[in-house]
T-cell receptor, first 110, second 116 residues
């Protein structure tokens, strides 16, 4: 059975800290892995990772995929209170179907 | 751009009534649209995949007679929750892709449904 597992489920950090979120997967017909940020609305897209070992960066966020070990990490450096959200990892198969992990709730305190 | 809208953004209804939610791609033609449901503090769960002009494909455990999906045009898909009950209260989100098997799904803002 396909599954996407995120860890930790939640964490609380202070502003300025760095956080690392994990996502492991076992999915047939894997095509890509995506990260989303969800506040109180629908998810907003962060990254799509297709190739192993190539880091993608956007400001203080970065992500990398390991297709051999079947996991991805999302890093957030110098966290700000505006980074507080649920971060979702999802895998995309060759049919375009997304399977989401349970999410990691990040709380950044001032 | 790739903007997806949903209407209404929230709805409250009585138990037993039917509720229709619209999902529109505003600036592109959406060959495929997806419907998700998200319960509080849980992740998004795919309900069904709909392709324009054909019947929707429902995920296991999703009742097709209860959640009617119509994708009559390349810019509009509708989800109708028939005879809604309190347990159907949830956050319903649609997404759309620009072409067949395209990788990027563009999400709508979601519709919060509360059934009393």
């Amino acid at each position: 059975e396909d599954k996407v597992v995120q860890s930790p489920l939640s964490l609380v950090v202070h502003e300025g800290d760095t956080v690392t979120l994990n996502c492991s997967y076992e999915v047939t017909n894997f095509r890509s892995l995506l990260w989303y940020k969800q506040e109180k609305k629908a998810p907003t897209f962060l990254f799509m990772l297709t190739s192993s070992g190539i880091e993608k960066k956007s400001g203080r966020l970065s992500s990398i995929l390991d297709k051999k070990e079947l996991f991805s990490i999302l890093n957030i450096t110098a966290t700000q209170t505006g980074d507080s959200a649920v971060y979702l990892c999802a895998t995309d198969d060759s049919w375009g179907k997304l399977q989401f992990g349970a999410g990691t709730q990040v709380v950044v305190t001032p | 751009g790739a903007v997806v809208s949903q209407h209404p953004s929230w709805v409250i209804c009585k138990s037993g009534t039917s509720v229709k939610i619209e999902c529109r791609s505003l600036d592109f033609q959406a060959t495929t649209m997806f419907w998700y449901r998200q319960f509080p503090k849980q992740s998004l769960m795919l309900m069904a995949t709909s392709n324009e002009g054909s019947k929707a494909t429902y995920e296991q455990g999703v009742e097709k007679d209860k959640f009617l999906i119509n994708h009559a045009s390349l810019t509009l898909s509708t989800l109708t929750v028939t005879s809604a009950h309190p347990e159907d209260s949830s956050f319903y989100i649609c997404s759309a892709t620009k072409g067949a098997y395209q990788e990027t799904q563009y999400f709508g803002p979601g519709t919060r449904l509360l059934v009393l």
